[in-house]
């Protein structure tokens, strides 16, 4: 998978038609924070594409990019931000269900968690949401380059536990360094691949 054309297509408070709509979606889920937005500018090579911040709870509406024309990731805001008013986080929850739940174009879901720390009990719950719902989902384990090798071989353990993760389904990213951008675009191949017709 060679990404080549990425924009910005719309924002949205809700589930609803939006420009291109019918096109396979990868989602993009995680705390706030967590590098979701870092990893869409990495993979398409574009920095700007993205707006990331370093306040958690930047990401605040369903952000959708159309790439090479033939799918869309979409960028959910993130989860778990402490000092957002319950309102807020209560209508962020919503949001999240509500796309989740009601986009029959979802194909896949990455699940982003930050591999320093163990996954929290919102990270836990999305798996679990994840998999009820029988949305396929791999685990990235981001900001990668920030632990040596001994370290994170361990926390990679640590984020397979608690989101019941096999090893091989996680894939350590690092948006600074590049590692694990392959291993996430060859993911985004397989997902958009058609699946072999039965004889």
Known sequence: MRITSARFVTSLAALRPFPGRGLPEIALVGKSNVGKSSLINRLTNNSKLAKTSSEPGKTRLINLYRINDSF?????????????????????????????????????????VDIRHDPTDDDRMMAEYL?????????????????SGAKRGAALMAVCRGTGAQPWEVVPFSSLSGMGVDKVLGRVQE?????????
């Open 72 to 112: 869309f990731f979409t960028d959910l805001p993130g989860y778990g931000f402490a000092r957002a008013p319950k309102e807020e986080k209560a209508r962020w929850a919503r949001m999240i269900e509500g796309y989740l739940a009601g986009s029959e174009q979802l194909r896949h879901a990455f699940l982003l």
């Open 131 to 147: 998999r009820h719902y029988g949305i396929p989902f791999t685990v990235i384990a981001t900001k990668a380059d920030k632990l």
């Open 191 to 199: 997902v958009l691949s058609p699946a072999p017709e039965e004889p």
